[in-house]
């Protein structure tokens, strides 16, 4: 007897039963939700609040470190803004014989005087500000608001910027 057409026979059938009950693999799409998963959740604390940026562009930085949570004095081109609220215009400021900014430095004083902006610490040596200016501004203006910081007991300046892609420092 010929066991050819005894195995296509056994291989029809088995086709027939196969083809009846679909069956699906689990294990790749679970490894992959696993690794979505555990993706997002290490990724999820890189995410830094900043203050809002629509009204300004920033200029470029090779920086490394992120940015500390601290007063946020932001210089668009037509206010200034000291925690999104309107403190001075960019006018007045640069029109002033002055070196500093006084609506600006009043400002600054109630927040220092007031034990500081909410949740944030600042201590002696931490009182520091965080000046988001427009990449068009004078530095004239910039210099004033320094000035205006320091005069206000905030000795420690930084200014935000966007890092550039691709370059590390």
């Given at each position: ?11 029809q059938?088995h ?9 699906l693999?689990?294990?790749a799409?679970m490894d992959?939700f ?5 993706f997002f959740?290490?990724h999820?604390?890189d995410?830094?609040e900043?203050?809002?940026?629509h009204?300004i ?10 940015p500390?949570?601290t007063?946020v004095?932001?210089v668009?081109?037509?206010m ?8 001075a215009?960019?006018e007045s ?18 927040i220092r ?7 944030l610490?600042l201590?002696?040596?931490?009182r520091?500000?965080?000046?988001m ?6 530095f004239?203006l ?8 320091t005069?206000a007991?905030f ?8 890092q550039?892609?691709?370059q590390?420092?």
């Amino acid at each position: 007897m010929n066991p050819a057409p005894q195995l296509i026979r056994r291989i029809q059938r088995h086709r027939v039963k196969v083809a009846g009950r679909p069956q699906l693999n689990l294990v790749a799409l679970m490894d992959v939700f696993t690794l979505l998963v555990f993706f997002f959740l290490v990724h999820s604390s890189d995410v830094a609040e900043s203050a809002s940026t629509h009204l300004i562009s920033l200029p470029e930085s090779v920086a490394d470190l992120a940015p500390r949570q601290t007063v946020v004095i932001t210089v668009t081109k037509d206010m200034l803004l000291l925690r999104d609220e309107p403190v001075a215009s960019v006018e007045s400021a640069l029109n002033s014989p002055q070196n500093a900014i006084v609506p600006l430095r009043a400002a600054l004083q109630n927040i220092r005087g007031a034990g500081g902006a909410g949740s944030l610490d600042l201590g002696t040596s931490a009182r520091e500000v965080t000046i988001m200016g427009d990449k068009s501004i004078p530095f004239r203006l910039l210099k004033k608001v320094m000035i205006t910081c320091t005069q206000a007991g905030f000795g420690r300046i930084s200014l935000a910027v966007l890092q550039k892609p691709g370059q590390s420092g």
